[in-house]
């Protein structure tokens, strides 16, 4: 295990996604309340990225910058050489649709659709037909390991389940890069392994780009790389080596 | 089926207690809709039905004053007359004033030439024409109180002193549904021999005159030439249309109808409210969901979709449920209200007013939500509680 200094991580090697001089500020009443201050680092093609820090250090909040549904208040994020701050919104929602896969901490399904229709619904947005988007569906369910539950409904699922599902929904569109809020936050111990697991498979095996946000020690030890943030920007970076 | 369609249909669904209650709110609305309407329509329903070349001959004062039955020879000799017959207004009580029912006395020889949707046959024509104390009812009266052929029906004169029997000789139906069956006619002449006898200074006069023109183009000619006849006379006439007539009787009550058709648009407004509540519950309750859709790469549009669905949805499902059930329900209140309405028939205007409210209601009750949804930032969106 290496720790860099931020300065000290090496930029423009394959870099996916180029965050420079990113800030971004909340309105809490009439005061302004900075949250992250001109942030700047990359992240490299196939990364596994865990961003860590104490509550209100703003690893949320670069989330949602990372994944095109906030906007900074100032600076450039650049994904794949596109800068999607100045993406007008519904060309950000299309972005979204094709690059960004989402995995939450309350796996944020549709209640009403079962685990196959969960897992379509992202590929509604495609154009492919019904039958192909059920195949894809299927697949990206069999991926995660739940070739046997395609039709239950999201309360008829354990957690670790409704997270795997969540999973096979963020993948099924291959996007270029999964985004995860504290995807275990909500499970017991072996359903996050097992959520964890399959995260680092999807890194390893399919070369997924991964940024996770977590307060879970264990669950960053999965991570290629961890990021700390402390009051909005970068303290300290841990490169670890994984077999 | 769609994903749109799937959501929609699965969304409205979801809360079985909630959408059944909405559902039943907007039942009774657009069904208390629809009936009121039906009332306000059948309450025009003498405007609706007359016939445009026949005119009505009353006192120039006041409808309530008679006109001499001698009018009768000089009206018809008027150039343009087809046809003319008097009646007159009896007003009598059947047992009790609560059993009220319109009596008419007529002309059994002439009335029957201008009213044709009065339809008798010939055996119960020649019977009335026979019988002096003779009377015939609708089929509706008849039914009401169980009125048979022979039987004798008393009543108890408020405008006419004293006791009348009649004998009833047969039973009328009419033409279409719009006439008027809850009738009881009898013959004028024994009216008038009557009154010879009891109450002299009313013999020999009638309400009104009607007249058969024969030709709508002639009707403004022959009803000037009318009244010109009787001009500077005892009892001047006015001559109008049989529709202008029935205007003049409809608009005394002009104020009870208005006042009903805004009962009936205010329980839609109520309606629009509660379906509005509704619909910003669920969307508040849902904005996680909605949230999570446009992080995925749906538009605000599509959520905004959505609610647009499940509130037209829930609205013309119970739109369709009242449009079904509003036809018995008018005939049940039609029963119940005895002679009051001869009948309550749904019109097909009425019918597309009932789905144009729903459908209004559907729309404006998701106006807000919609709004609301599609507005709120993915970020604040996803922080809702569900």
Known sequence: ?243 | MSQWLTLVARNVLRQRLRTSLTLVGLVVSILAFGVLQTVVKTWYAGVDGAVPSRLLTRNAVSFTLPLPQAYYKRIGAVEGVRHVTYMTWFGGVYKDPKNFFPQFAIDAASYFDIFPEILVSDEVRRAFLRDRRGAIVGRRLAKRFGFRPGDVVQLRGTLFPGNWEFVICGVFDGRDAKTDTSQLFFRWDYLNETLRVRSKAQADQVGFFAVDVGSINRVAEVSQAIDEVFRNSRAETLTETERAFQIGFVKQTEAILISIRVVSFVVIFIILAVMANTMAMTARERLREYATLKAIGFSPGYVARLILGESVAIALVGGAIAIGLTPPVASRLAELSATLFPSLIVSVNTVLLQALSALAVGVLAAVLPMRQAARVSIVNGLRALG
């Open chain 1, 1 to 243: 295990m290496t720790v860099l200094r931020v300065s000290d991580v090496p930029t423009g090697e394959d870099v996916l996604i180029a965050l420079s001089d990113v800030s971004k500020s909340y309105r809490r009443g009439a005061q302004i309340v900075p949250v992250l201050s001109k942030l700047t680092f990359d992240i490299r093609r196939k990364e596994f990225l865990a961003l860590m820090g104490p509550s209100g250090s703003g690893k949320s909040t670069l989330l949602n910058l990372i994944a095109g549904i906030d906007s900074p208040d100032h600076g450039s994020i650049t994904v794949a050489g596109e800068d999607i701050t100045l993406l007008p919104e519904a060309d950000l929602a299309d972005w979204r649709a094709a690059n960004v896969g989402f995995i939450f901490q309350f796996y944020n399904l549709m209640p009403v659709l079962t685990a196959l229709e969960n897992v379509e619904l992202p590929l509604t947005l495609t154009g492919l037909k019904r039958r192909e988007r059920r195949d894809r569906a299927q697949l990206a369910l069999s991926l995660v390991g739940l070739s046997d539950r395609v039709k239950h409904l999201p309360s008829e699922l354990s957690g670790g389940q409704q997270q795997r599902v969540a999973i096979a929904r963020a993948i099924v569109t291959d996007p270029t890069m999964l985004v995860a809020d504290e995807p275990t936050g909500d499970l017991d111990r072996q359903s996050a392994e097992e959520v964890l697991e399959i995260m680092q498979r999807l890194n390893r095996d399919m070369g997924k780009t991964i940024v996770m946000v977590t307060h879970d020690r264990r669950a960053a030890a999965r991570a290629k790389r961890i990021m700390h943030l402390e009051k909005g920007d970068l303290s300290y970076l841990v490169e670890q080596r994984l077999e």
